[in-house]
């Protein structure tokens, strides 16, 4: 008994990737060293995606909601602090 290699769900690889590949910022919120994470609902994401691209490995961080807006808070890679439309945040989320 153990790990099963199984063929691959196209389908839902494509519902996973699809958001991923038009990711752009809606805004860019704080791009100090050390941002208070805690303020963004990042010191304990909604969400913690880890993906390989090319061979190189990144980690994006999904946050709270932004008051007012349509956006969530969110950091790739350790980066600075940004926004992203819910309308590409909620398939991640879900």
Do not use: C
């Not at 050390?34 to 190189?56: C, E, N, Q």
């Not at 602090?81 to 909620?90: K, Q």
Request: glycine share 12%; proline share 11%; charged share 20%.
């Amino acid at each position: 008994s153990g790990p099963a290699a199984l063929p691959p769900d196209n389908a839902e690889a494509d519902k996973l990737t699809a958001p991923l590949a038009g990711l752009t910022a809606a805004d860019w919120v704080d791009d100090a060293g050390s941002p208070d994470l805690a303020r963004y609902g990042l010191d304990k994401p909604r969400k913690t995606l880890t993906f390989t691209v090319g061979g190189t490995s990144h980690t994006l961080l999904l946050g709270g909601p932004v008051d007012g807006k349509p956006e969530v808070y969110a950091r790739l890679d350790g980066g600075p602090v940004l926004t992203i439309s819910t309308i590409t945040a909620d398939p991640l989320l879900n």
